[in-house]
Structure formats: structure tokens, C-alpha cells
């Protein structure tokens, strides 16, 4: 199976150069799709002439991203693609675990971080609750909603229609591997938080609660 | 007091109307836009005016005080506005994301293009 990294970034300058040294070393091809920086993320981006640059004009959100990323891996013949996060919280020595789980036939692998290893106290139970509100809604629990370490094959990405540009496209892809009937299974990653004013913040977990209540009320 | 208040609401609906030309004058309301707007505050004026022209109404739909019905049809008239609002929104949310990531998909297959000649 021929797969590609994804990696979504926006404001990523100081991490993305080891971030993208250490995927390269994996030797999948990799898609970086900028989502919009303002700072030197696409000078320094440009410095790895294997990595595939696109770019956003404005930043649309991370949905939007990894949407985008997904298209170009597809087009250029992947059939199947990983995503990682571009802050470098996610070792490029799991990505193996997320091909060997695709090769055994799985439609979407979602990586479960490491909570002992440094995940913040409110984090994790934001996480858990989130998990197990989404178990009661939709009958489907996964212990790492929003982790977005996780791969996926075409057929199935092409299935899930991603609608959310934002930090809800995680969420959203729980639910329709729930809703299309796609195989999945968690695989075990480790996390290095390096920045934790970036990510999923209170008025994102807000929004995302939003979209769970509504796409409950308009399935 | 109550005739102060009425002209102060008359005052905040003329300043409206006023507003909604500005806006007209920018052509950022259509003709039909205007025409409503328009209506829209010229009866909120004559119901300020003529208050027991309503008083009829929440007999009918047995509101004890005029002012009930004022303000029901009032937050009606509000979840209306601000369900068409996030519809609106909504839809250029999704019509610019498909712009900008059509762009990034395009400027790809440009540099594509540019390096095979």
C-alpha cells in the first residue's frame, strides 16, 4: 500500500524543521500543507525540497488542512495517508505502527496518546468526557477523541466526507467511522508537549460540543 | 413617561432607517433589502404610536399585557434574524474554504506544470 504523511501546520516555524527531519526519515513521501503562517514556516518548509509545499491563503483551521493534504497525497497516488501534528508532539518512530495496522487491512487507525507522559490534568479529563459523550450519542467510545496522530485509506477517507474545517474534524471522523461502518483500531503513541498554548483550547472543546449535539440532531 | 420613551423609540427608528440607507447608498443593500427595512421600522413607529392597535391582537392570543406580546414576538422576530444570520454564515464559511483550498490545490498543479517545461 502506498502511503503518505500529512501534516497540517499554521505558525509552526520553530517545530516544523524536526518535525519534517524526522518524517523524511521515514521515507514515506510528505504533504505539508500550510494553513496560512505568518512567520517563516514556508521558508523553512521549502528547505526540504521532498517535502510536497501547499498553502492556504488565510487561515481556515486544521480540518481544512488536512483536507487539503488528503487531496494532494490522492492525487499523486497514495492510498492511504497518516496525519500528524506539526508542533512535535508526536514521534515520527510511531508512524510505523499506523502502516502496519493499514496493511493488516484497517480502514482508519486512531493513535491514543500516552497519558502518563505529560498530558495536562484538564486535557485528559476534557478527553475522557468528551469520549464518553460521544459513546452515548453515537454507541462508539474511543479513548483518544482528539488525537490527531491517525491514518486512513482513500476508500475510507473518500466515505467519511469530512465536512469541519476546524479542530471538530477529529471528532467528526470518530463519528463516521461509527456512521459508514468503517473498520478501526487504536494504536499506542507518545507525546512531548512543547507548546501548550497551541492546540485545542476551552472555546474549541465549546464548538466541538456544539457539532456533536448537532450532528446527533441531524444524522 | 411614556411619551418620552415613544419618542425615543421613534428617534432609534429613524436613526435606523437612516443607517439602512448609508448602507443602501453603499450598495450594500439590494432596492428589496431597503424596502423591507424600511417597512420594518415604519411599523415598529406606527406601533409605538398607535399602541392600541395591538391591544386587539393579544387579546386574541390571550396575553394578559400588551407588553408580553411585544416582547414573544419580539425574541421570535430575533431567532429569526439570527437563524438566517448562521445559515448565511455557514455558507460562505463553506464557499471560502472551497476557494482558498481549490487556490492551494491549483497554485500545486501550476508549480507542477512550471517544472515539467
Known amino acids: ?219 | 413617561m411614556i411619551i418620552i420613551i415613544q419618542l425615543l423609540f421613534i428617534f432609534f427608528a429613524i436613526a435606523m432607517i437612516y443607517i439602512a440607507l448609508i448602507h443602501f447608498k453603499k450598495r450594500e443593500l439590494t432596492n428589496t433589502d431597503m424596502f423591507v427595512w424600511f417597512l420594518v421600522w415604519i411599523f415598529a413607529i406606527l406601533l409605538v404610536v398607535f399602541p392600541d392597535f395591538l391591544r386587539s391582537f393579544s387579546q386574541t392570543f390571550m396575553f394578559a399585557r400588551l407588553f408580553d406580546l411585544v416582547v414573544v414576538f419580539g425574541f421570535v422576530f430575533v431567532v429569526v434574524i439570527v437563524s438566517k444570520a448562521y445559515l448565511r454564515t455557514r455558507q460562505l464559511e463553506r464557499k471560502l474554504e472551497k476557494i482558498i483550498r481549490n487556490d492551494a490545490l491549483d497554485k500545486l498543479d501550476e508549480k507542477k506544470d512550471a517544472k515539467k517545461k
Open chain 1, 1 to 219: 500500500m502506498r502511503i503518505f504523511l500529512v501534516i497540517p501546520g499554521y505558525n509552526e516555524a520553530a517545530h516544523i524543521g524536526n518535525v519534517l527531519k524526522g518524517a523524511l526519515k521515514c521515507g514515506l513521501p510528505v504533504v505539508f500543507v500550510d494553513d496560512g503562517s505568518s512567520d517563516k514556516t514556508q521558508k523553512v518548509v521549502k528547505s526540504f525540497k521532498k517535502v510536497v509545499y501547499a498553502r492556504h491563503k488565510i487561515n481556515l483551521g486544521k480540518g481544512a488542512a488536512i483536507k487539503t493534504g488528503a487531496e494532494i497525497a490522492f492525487k499523486k497516488g497514495a492510498e492511504g495517508v497518516i496525519f500528524m501534528d506539526s508542533d512535535g508532539q508526536h514521534k515520527p518512530s510511531d508512524i510505523g505502527k499506523f502502516v502496519e495496522k493499514l496493511g493488516e487491512g484497517y480502514d482508519v487507525v486512531l493513535g491514543t496518546r500516552n497519558y502518563s507522559s505529560g498530558v495536562p490534568l484538564v486535557r485528559y479529563l476534557g478527553n475522557k468526557l468528551a469520549s464518553i459523550l460521544v459513546s452515548i450519542l453515537f454507541r462508539i467510545y474511543v479513548s483518544d477523541l482528539i488525537c490527531g496522530f491517525r491514518a486512513t485509506t482513500r476508500n475510507a477517507f473518500n466515505k467519511m466526507e469530512l465536512e469541519s474545517a476546524d479542530y471538530a474534524v477529529e471528532t467528526e471522523m470518530v463519528i463516521k467511522i461509527k456512521k459508514k461502518g468503517l473498520s478501526y483500531c487504536e494504536v499506542p503513541v507518545e507525546t512531548v508537549y512543547n507548546d501548550t498554548a497551541k492546540g485545542v483550547t476551552i472555546l474549541d472543546a465549546v464548538n466541538i460540543f456544539f457539532e456533536v449535539v448537532r450532528w446527533r440532531l441531524t444524522r
